[in-house]
């Protein structure tokens, strides 16, 4: 215990004694938050890492990666993501960050990892799902955030690539793929047409590029047949498996045996750890007096 | 100890303290903990940076994807307030793998920061002619108009002609497709305004060319003129030939 203690309560960064990193944090308290012991949660230092996303925090709304490190919107994400499951979150730290976010979206519709970058399903999703998390998405153009995103889709692969004219990538099943739940709980919101019972893309030949294509016989998944295992690749073609089998009416490929927890899409943690983490994170910020964090 | 060792081998600033970091750099290129430590030596001992130039560049040759070596470059930059090299370094990236995500944000950066952008228009049609599929290409002079020009109705038309020279040549090609739909969308334009583009979509159709581009570019723009019927059997056709978007398909019909 002792030794987990030291890799995730303090820095969060890529190791111990290094500088702590958003994407760092934003993995080590996901990875906290998908165990099922309130205690885990405990080892987390709210102060400290509150105090990390405000100096993260740029004037022009945007997020640095680290100290005198990179800027892009990944950042946002990341400390929307953590600063929200953990009650963190205040006015101050996403000051002008949507109105920076909705820069990023490119004349292809999708989201870039700055303004003027090329539109990019990673980028696309943390834009999204920050904006989701800051209650701030009519700043975008969502109708050509939605063509973009159907058309990523590959029609023979069924996968979904990653920019216009490049190649399939299993990852991409869940950043490509997550963006289509993100929109229909914004186009929810208003009186639409949606068929609510699915996604707006082709579940089934997504769940079968990942079955057929992506997993490695030894175990794993991976990027595309050929390309050898990682545990990023495994990570995000079984989290875009969850989402292309849990629309409101569930659609599992091959055998019942295949249907795999559901993950929540803003947080891609297991759906029924992410209740538990709000209501615990709310009762650490009451004690505290803090305001509670309201979410949907 | 070694922590406190560690320190003042930074502030102090030594050549040991630059190998050391060189050597960690060249064991794992991602660790942006040690680019940083390098930074504040490089800062401390005061260096001329050229060699720190050529430096960068060799790793970006070795490991063109790491996040950290193009950062660095950056700082670099901003220390020297020297872009001269950039564009060179970018387009022999490019070179390589002409879609190299970090090459391209590097070189807008130092475009916009340096006002460079004499040449880029021809660096985009050579590499255009060179692949008119690369997206990234087309991305870039969204980019280059958008710094340097206002897209009102003249620059939308011109750019719609230079768009349309392409779909002529790959009528199957999204990026084209992309652009030609993406400064109308995006810059609150509707299609009437631009009688030559939907003649030429019209044309395209009329000598039987088949592209789901081409049905769903004309589909929004019978849709936008009240034509909904046509644009109906435009879905129809939509959703036989690109039937991995059928919802989609669907979900347009449903909006006429």
Avoid at chain 1, 84 to 90: A, F, G, N
Avoid at chain 2, 145 to 154: L, Q
């Amino acid at each position: 215990k002792q030794w987990y203690q030291r890799r995730v309560a303090i820095t969060a960064g890529g190791n111990v004694n290094q500088l702590p990193h958003l994407a760092t944090t934003y993995a080590a308290v996901s990875a906290v938050f998908s165990l099922d012991h309130e205690e885990c949660y405990e080892l987390i230092n709210r102060e400290n890492l509150k105090r990390f996303l405000l100096a993260m925090h740029n004037n022009d709304g945007s997020f640095t990666m680290h100290l005198d490190g990179e800027v892009d919107v990944r950042g946002a994400y990341c400390a929307a993501v953590v600063s929200t499951l953990c009650s963190i979150k205040s006015d101050e730290m996403f000051h002008n960050t949507a109105q920076w976010i909705a820069q990023c979206q490119t004349y292809e519709g999708g989201f870039g990892s700055r303004p003027g970058t090329e539109a990019h399903g990673g980028y696309t999703y943390c834009a999204l799902a920050a904006l989701i998390l800051l209650g701030e998405t009519r700043c975008i153009n969502l109708p050509l955030l939605l063509d973009w995103a159907c058309h990523r889709q590959m029609r023979f692969e069924g996968g979904f690539q990653g920019r216009t004219n490049k190649l399939v990538d299993g990852c991409y099943s869940f950043w490509q793929g997550g963006i289509f739940p993100l929109i229909h709980h914004i186009l929810e919101g208003e009186k639409s047409t949606l068929d609510r019972s699915s996604w707006l893309f082709h579940q089934q030949a997504l769940q079968e590029f990942i079955l057929y294509c992506c997993q490695c016989p030894s175990g794993g998944l991976v990027d595309k047949p050929g390309k050898s295992r990682d545990f990023y690749h495994s990570c995000y073609c079984l989290s875009g498996l969850s989402l292309a089998q849990h629309s409101r009416e569930k659609v599992v490929v091959g055998d019942a045996a295949n249907l795999i927890k559901p993950t929540h899409p803003v947080f891609n943690v297991v759906l029924e750890n992410v209740e538990k983490v709000l209501v615990w994170s709310a009762s650490q910020s009451k004690t505290n007096g803090n305001k509670i964090v309201e979410n949907d | 100890k070694q922590w406190y060792q560690r320190r003042v081998a930074i502030t102090a600033g030594s050549e040991r303290a630059l190998k050391l970091t060189t050597d960690a750099i060249d064991l794992n290129t991602a660790n942006y903990t040690v680019w940083h430590y390098r930074r504040e030596i490089l800062k401390a001992l005061k260096c001329d940076l050229e060699d720190e130039f050529r430096f960068t560049a060799q790793v970006i040759e070795s490991q063109p994807k790491s996040y950290q070596v193009w950062h660095h470059r950056r700082c670099l930059i901003q220390m020297t307030k020297d872009p001269s090299r950039e564009l060179g370094l970018t387009e022999s990236t490019l070179s390589d793998d002409a879609k190299n995500y970090h090459a391209w944000d590097h070189r807008q950066w130092v475009l916009e920061q340096y006002g460079l952008w004499d040449g880029e228009f021809d660096y985009i049609e050579m590499l255009l002619q060179r692949d008119l599929r690369n997206n990234s290409a087309w991305n870039h002079r969204y980019f280059v108009v958008n710094s340097t020009d206002k897209w009102n109705h003249e620059t939308v038309k011109k750019e719609l002609e230079y768009a349309a020279k392409y779909i002529r040549k790959a009528p199957n090609n999204e990026s084209s497709w992309n652009y030609a739909n993406g400064i109308i969308k995006k810059n609150k334009f509707s299609y009437d305004e631009f009688p030559e583009f939907i003649d030429f979509c019209i044309k395209l159709d009329e000598d039987k060319i088949l592209s789901p581009f081409l049905y769903s570019t004309l589909a929004d723009i019978y849709q936008a003129s009240g034509k909904s019927k046509r644009a109906h059997e435009l879905y129809e056709k939509l959703k036989e030939c690109d039937s991995i978007r059928e919802k989609y398909w669907i979900y347009k019909q449903n909006l006429l």
